[in-house]
């Protein structure tokens, strides 16, 4: 069975630093601020800074900041793009090399929790993709439907089918083609492949609920402000429209329902408010069960330049996984 396991354990990730942490946290701020006390470059580990034209929205480092500190894995594709996981865990670690190769340290911020896992533990790869196999399901989909499809996964694969959403007829193809092939539940072949990597340096920034919410009212209520309608007005201007991916993203979603007359302006706002708490909590979630992740949480009070000073004491740190200070986590 092919598979991709060269997790930072003796992989080309070995010595990477990753900040990671709740959307609205701080992390872009205090990465800026590592970088004026510690040899690193910048790559942005988030799925939406990948596109050009999605600046407002997606709380992209400005010229200026990019300017200041090298950025990588920004502004690759065209808003009627998309890329897999496999594609972006690629560009990384062509990144990575290019960066050690000037001496520099690769310092992934962001928080996009798929990317992080790849990153840390590799990609399962499964058999080929089977052309035949495939077209068989999506005809048996096209005539029985999606439900009928993932009814299907669920009395083979429980788990996976736990975990997709009944019209996400790609994956459900996907698991249905891997048990075909191998004989073999895809969750149960995931589950071996996916095991902690060792002596990753991870920190996740977590700062208390109450906290959080109004950071992230307040992102919002500024993306708005600095014209996020009028950078999706131009990203539906563009030569193909704009990919049914980016187009879901928080803020851009909202903004195009609005447009759209789906909905009033303080309703694309209350609901962008709604899915960005929604997404934190996701992120939350997924940071705590990973077990290469150290929490690192922050007091409303507590200033970026303070915080800087004691990431950058712990990343460079001789000793790989060491405990943060011990805080009351939120």
């Known amino acids: 069975m092919p598979t991709s396991r060269d997790t930072p354990s003796g992989s080309p990730l070995a010595d990477a630093w990753f900040l990671t942490g709740q959307t609205a946290s701080g992390k872009s701020a205090i990465a800026l601020a590592l970088a004026r006390r510690l040899p690193v470059e910048i790559l942005a580990l988030d799925s939406m800074t990948l596109y050009r034209g999605m600046d407002i929205g997606t709380a992209k480092p400005s010229p200026a900041d990019r300017a200041a500190v090298p950025h990588h894995l920004i502004d ?47 990609l399962f790869e499964g058999p080929p993709a089977d052309a035949a196999l495939r077209a068989a399901l999506e005809a048996e989909a096209q005539v029985g439907g999606n ?45 071996e492949h996916d095991q902690p990597a060792t002596g990753a340096r991870v920190l996740a920034l977590v700062r208390h609920r109450t906290d959080l919410a109004a950071r992230i009212d307040r992102r919002v209520d500024a993306m708005f402000a600095a014209g996020l309608i009028d950078e999706v007005r131009q990203l539906q201007a563009s030569p193909r429209p704009i990919h049914r991916v980016p187009a879901q993203a928080v803020g851009y979603a909202e903004v195009i329902d609005h447009l759209a007359g789906r909905l009033t302006l303080p309703q694309a706002l209350e609901r962008t408010r709604l899915r960005t708490r929604q997404f934190a909590r996701r992120q939350s979630t997924w940071f705590r069960g990973l077990a290469e992740v150290q929490l690192w949480p922050l007091e409303p009070d507590t200033s970026t330049e303070a915080t800087a000073d004691a990431l950058a004491h712990w990343f460079s740190c001789d000793v790989p996984g060491r405990r943060p200070p011990s805080f009351p986590v939120p």
């Open 147 to 191: 439900a009928a499809l993932h009814a299907r996964l669920a009395a083979i694969d429980p788990p996976t089918a736990a975990r997709l959403h009944p019209n996400d007829r790609r994956r459900i193809i996907r698991a249905l083609e891997v048990h075909t092939l191998t004989g073999r539940r895809l969750s149960d072949l995931q589950r």
């Open 76 to 122: 690759l594709l065209d808003p009627w793009q998309a890329a897999s996981v496999g594609q972006y865990r690629a560009w990384a670690l062509a990144a990575v090399a290019e960066i050690r190769a000037r001496g520099k340290i690769p310092l992934f911020v962001g928080g996009t929790p798929l990317y992080l896992k790849a990153l840390l533990r590799g």
